[in-house]
């Protein structure tokens, strides 16, 4: 039904459908109606706080503001040596011997493809540290648009 049609019946099953005139029926539809618009414009005013939430998150894009160093694995293979061809050879320290550039990792068409992800955002208990939540940085409000009429 609607908002204002629930009030009216209920007002006329409080008061008895048959003992009305045609004057205090419309002024049951009447208050049933500005009733209505009452509790419409109340909860429109209202701000509601989401208390508890888990929605997926997915990641578009991660990149690092530096290159990175990593360690050289103790057996490395090089190019090189006395007859040319590869050469392996054995590094005693293998730390901090290699450069990898930035990364710019994408959802799609960054560095190594296809950037695969899966996380979660939380409002309300934070599973990773308990002492934060987003519950004041975030609303949710009803909307007069959204309201059904009736």
């Known amino acids: 039904m609607g908002l204002s049609k629930d009030i009216e019946n209920a007002l ?16 049951i539809t ?13 909860l429109i005013e209202q701000t509601f706080t989401i208390t508890q939430m888990k929605a ?13 160093i990593a360690d050289v694995l103790p057996s490395v293979t090089s ?3 006395n007859a040319g061809g590869p050469v392996n050879s054995v590094v005693v320290q293998g730390t901090k011997g290699v450069l990898i550039p930035r990364l710019s990792l994408k959802r799609f068409g960054g560095q190594g493809g296809v ?3 899966k996380g979660f955002a939380y409002i ?18 009803l909307l007069r648009r959204n309201i059904t009429k009736g």
């Open 56 to 68: 997926v998150l997915e990641v578009e894009e991660l990149s690092t503001a530096t290159p990175l």
């Open 124 to 141: 309300g208990n934070n599973p990773v540290d308990p002492g934060q939540t987003n519950e004041t940085l975030t609303k949710v409000k």
């Open 12 to 27: 006329l099953n409080s008061i008895g459908r048959n003992s009305l005139d045609d004057v205090q029926q419309d002024n």
């Open 79 to 81: 190019l090189g040596g």
């Open 30 to 42: 009447q208050l049933s109606t500005d009733v209505s618009k009452a509790i419409q414009d109340f």
């Open 115 to 117: 950037m695969k992800t």
